[in-house]
């Protein structure tokens, strides 16, 4: 397609992209679209085989991929990526090749030591894979930050740039970052306040609507589904949009009882998470977790599942249709 010469770095590489899931699929295209030679690595007969051979990419086995390849970009979930390294990266990949994360995690928490002869480097797009194809396709871009754990070629953070240039981050905003900060915040952003903080911020307001008397529909609503009013709100213009919005008698609302809820004790809390996922407990106890076969988190997850807000919301999201064709979409989203 649209071949694109700002990335002189990786003009000539080629680049395999390990993983064609959220973000795989997302970087490849745009990759191939900005010129660049890109091919595919999976286990065949996985579940992306042939959705990435059906959109004319080179698919190969991650060894296969991995071998010759200038770039590897590693794009599977976070926690098969040690084996990934150690079974098809580290035997494979050539001396001098740029190993690419868009998470830190790994490296960071030492559970992949690089090979001390390639580069290692990161580009984290900040928004999901299906945003990152769609502004791409329509000449824009969503900012990304890189950061460079290793260089040995000397061309590191050129590579970085190229590589977030030939998706589509150099059109918007690129900001450089290390490993250590990608890392700790992805984590606590949605620990504290995206995924953790803001489900159990839903719960707790629904359990004391519900507690109270009143109908589950109702606190529904209000507590829920209202939510995303607001945060639409918080993302096009940040809080000062958000009460541009609302009455005066919510303001003053939130002005008064935010603080009640969220108050100097939270904080602390936030912190004692913070400092967790600093000095490596979290991520000590989220691989033995998933080593151990996922007992807590599959019974934690469940629990979730069993709130009673769950069941009162998929009655209620029946009745809206317009609900329904987003559904599967948000679902595929994974932070
Ligand atoms: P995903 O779950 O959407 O996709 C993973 C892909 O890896 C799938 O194609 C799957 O088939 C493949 N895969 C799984 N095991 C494999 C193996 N052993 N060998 C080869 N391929 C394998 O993952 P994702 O959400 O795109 O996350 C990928 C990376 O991007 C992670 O490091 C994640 O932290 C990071 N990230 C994701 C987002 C996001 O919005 N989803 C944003 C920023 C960074
Ligand atoms: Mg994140
Ligand atoms: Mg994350
Ligand atoms: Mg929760
Ligand atoms: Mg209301």
């Known amino acids: 397609m649209s071949s694109n010469t700002s990335h002189p770095t990786l003009a000539d590489a080629r680049i395999a992209v390990l993983g064609y899931g959220s973000q795989g699929r997302a970087h490849a295209l745009n990759l191939r679209d900005s010129g660049l030679d890109v091919i595919v690595g999976l286990r065949k007969g996985g579940p992306s085989w042939e959705r990435a051979k059906a959109e004319g990419f080179n698919v190969a086995e991650p060894g296969d991929a991995v071998r010759g390849a200038d770039l590897v970009a590693v794009l599977t979930p976070d926690m098969v990526q040690p084996s990934l390294y150690r ?16 998470h830190g995690f790994n490296v960071h ?30 000449g824009r871009g969503v900012p990304c930050i890189w950061a460079v754990h290793q260089d040995v070629s000397g061309e590191a953070e ?15 905003l690129l900001i450089k970052t ?33 507690e109270a ?31 541009e919005f609302v009455s005066e008698t919510a303001q003053y609302g939130d002005y008064v009882s935010g603080p009640r809820v969220v108050d100097a004790a939270t904080k602390e809390r936030m912190k004692g998470v913070l400092t967790d996922i600093q000095d ?14 996922l007992p807590n988190y599959k019974r934690l997850k469940q629990a979730d599942l069993d709130h009673p807000i769950e069941q009162v919301g998929a009655k209620l999201r029946a009745r809206m249709p317009w609900l329904q064709a987003n559904a599967p979409k948000a679902a595929a989203e994974p932070l």
């Open 158 to 172: 050129a590579k970085a740039k190229a590589y977030a240039d030939g998706i589509g981050g150099g059109r918007a």
């Open 87 to 102: 079974e098809s990266i580290e035997p494979n990949i050539k001396p001098g090749a740029a190993l690419l994360f868009a």
């Open 178 to 210: 290390d490993f250590k900060e990608e890392t700790e915040t992805d984590l606590f952003g949605e620990q504290a306040v995206l995924c953790g903080g803001a489900s159990a911020l839903v719960q707790a307001g629904f359990e004391t609507l519900v």
């Open 109 to 138: 928490f030492g559970q992949i030591a690089p090979r001390a002869d390639i580069d290692v480097i990161l580009v984290a797009p900040k928004g999901p894979g299906a945003l990152v194809r769609r502004e791409y396709e329509i």
């Open 280 to 293: 490596g407990t979290f991520a000590r106890n989220w691989i033995a977790e998933y080593q151990a076969g």
């Open 213 to 243: 008397g009143y109908q589950p529909e109702i606190a529904y609503y209000e507590v829920l589904h209202e939510l995303k009013l607001i945060v639409d709100l918080f993302y096009e213009g940040g809080i000062a949009r958000m009460l």
